[in-house]
Nanobody
Framework: HVQLAESGGGSVQAGGSLRLACVVS???????VGWDRQRDGVEREGYDL????????????YYSDAVKGRFTISRENNDNTMYLEMNSLNPGDTGMYFC?????????????????????WGQGTMVAVSS
């Protein structure tokens, strides 16, 4: 059973940066870990959980078009901690960010899904970007 715990959210002005962290525990064999987000009023076909970035077991990274070039996902400390470095933040990035794990997470990058579809996720950390 995979457990995830996020930290590092907060408030920042547009153009600023934040670094989110996620402690990953449990057996992540066959799982892809990454970050999803929910933003108020942003949805597609009724789904509001957006795939932002993932880090696959072979070390590859994938990003949604909305964050590519601004966000960087990484894993450290023997893979127990995953990070999301967020630069050039804008008010459109405001939302709740969730650490997530699922064998299919890579397929959902840049797509909107229903939260129960994801096998495991953390409690979320809020990111607020002011203009």
């Amino acid at each position: 059973h995979v457990q995830l715990a996020e930290s590092g959210g907060g408030s920042v002005q547009a153009g600023g940066s934040l670094r989110l962290a996620c402690v990953v525990s449990g057996d992540t064999t066959n799982y892809v870990v990454g970050w999803d987000r929910q933003r108020d009023g942003v949805e597609r076909e009724g789904y509001d959980l957006e795939g932002v970035a993932v880090f696959t077991s072979d070390g590859r990274t994938y990003y949604s078009d909305a964050v590519k070039g601004r966000f960087t996902i990484s894993r450290e400390n023997n893979d127990n901690t995953m990070y999301l470095e967020m630069n050039s933040l804008n008010p459109g990035d405001t939302g709740m960010y969730f650490c997530a794990a699922d064998p299919n997470l890579r397929l959902w990058v840049g797509r909107f899904i229903s939260r129960p579809v994801v096998d495991a996720w953390g409690q979320g950390t809020m990111v607020a970007v002011s203009s």
